[in-house]
Structures are given as structure tokens and as C-alpha cells.
């Protein structure tokens, strides 16, 4: 039995809000994961030095099992966009499990699938997913029903991999992490906002190193 999976792109985007959970659910089994985007064709990233190609368009594909939405600085401009919200709110209607990663959520709460729901995305932006209905929390993965939100770009992978054993169970959940060999070890403990010191953070807002 197959899982379909959309993955929409746009100009924009962070790699690895799509690319991380792509790597764990793409070894779901019998999974079938699509890059999907309004106009087929290469989308680029926020730096603009990689590109993602998106073979099939949004229209073709409307009922998805599963939805996971990347973020990227391209949300900004898309949470204004009727072409793609409509969608979600469509796929949304349909699927077994609507996710997100980073600021796409604050696509999700566009579309008003997060509205009165606890959901999370980047810290800086966790305030803007008020503006929608939303409820924010500062937690690294939010499950409410069978809506995922994932906080910043890393954290995409740590719901991906709770997503596939909510899909196929923890021993493959488990099996896709040892296979990615997903155990980080960073060097430095400053990942979350509440243990990074204060001069780090400041510099993260600053420079909007996100």
C-alpha cells in the first residue's frame, strides 16, 4: 500500500525544511513522495545557490496522504497567495497527517488550518502565527490531531521522524534514523533560544541568521 506525500516548493525556500524530511519519509515503505509547486520547474533557495525541481503542479495533485510545507523567506510572500492556500486548505480537507516545517507554518495558519490549534515554527516568527488564530509554543515538534508543526529548519527532521512512526510505527521510525544515521552531537549547545546566550541571540536577530 502506498503513501503519497506532497512536499509543495517555491522560490525561496530553505533546503533542508524540505529536504530533511524528504531523506526520513521517503524511506517510509510503499512511500511515493512528489515535489509539487503552482508552476512545475526548478525552484531556488533563499541563498539562491541551489535549486529543487518541481515535477508535478499543485492542481495535478490535490489529495495527498500526507502535506508537509517547507518554510523559507519565500513564505512571506505566499501567505497572500489564493493558488496555493486554496490548495492547502484542499489537500488539507484530505489528508492523513498536514505538516509543516519552520515557517511554513505560518503558510498552514494562512490557509486557517492552525487556527485555535497549538502549533510552533522559527522563535523569531513564533508571534506571527497569533496574527492567525493560531496558538504559539516554544516546543521543537507540535502534534495537535493530525497537524505537525516543526519549529526551526532542523527540527523538520525530529518530526519527520515522529511522523513516520505514527505512519508505520516506532521500530521503522527507529530503523529510518539509525539508516540516516541521525544522532546529532553539535559542538556547541546554543540550538534553542533558551540556551543561547543573550549576545548569541542578539546576533541571530540582527543578522536573521534563520
Do not use: N
Not at 559542538?187 to 534553542?192: E, I, L, M, V, Y
Amino acid at each position: 500500500m502506498s503513501t503519497t506525500i506532497a512536499i509543495p516548493l517555491f522560490d525561496g525556500l530553505t533546503a533542508l525544511d524540505a529536504v530533511g524530511p524528504y531523506e526520513v519519509l521517503s524511506r517510509l515503505p510503499g512511500a511515493e513522495v512528489h515535489f509539487v509547486a503552482a508552476e512545475p520547474g526548478l525552484k531556488r533557495t533563499e541563498t539562491g545557490g541551489l535549486g529543487l525541481e518541481a515535477a508535478r503542479r499543485l492542481d495535478a495533485f490535490a489529495d495527498p496522504d500526507i502535506v508537509v510545507v517547507p518554510g523559507g523567506y519565500g513564505t512571506r510572500a505566499l501567505m497572500r497567495d489564493e493558488t496555493l492556500l486554496d490548495w492547502l486548505r484542499t489537500a488539507h480537507a484530505g489528508s492523513q497527517w498536514t505538516t509543516s516545517v519552520c515557517t511554513g507554518a505560518l503558510l498552514l495558519a494562512a490557509a486557517g488550518i492552525l487556527y485555535g490549534l497549538e502549533a510552533t515554527t522559527h522563535w523569531l516568527l513564533l508571534d506571527a502565527l497569533a496574527e492567525h488564530g493560531a496558538i504559539p509554543v516554544s516546543r521543537r515538534v507540535v502534534e495537535q490531531g493530525k497537524v505537525i508543526t516543526a519549529a526551526g529548519v532542523s527540527a523538520g527532521i525530529d518530526m519527520a521522524l515522529r511522523l513516520a512512526a505514527r505512519v508505520a510505527g516506532p521500530e521503522i521510525a527507529q530503523a529510518i534514523q539509525l539508516g540516516i544515521e541521525y544522532d546529532p552531537q553539535p559542538p556547541f549547545d546554543t540550538g534553542s533560544v533558551q540556551k543561547a546566550p543573550s549576545e548569541i541571540v542578539e546576533l541571530v536577530r540582527r543578522r536573521r541568521l534563520a
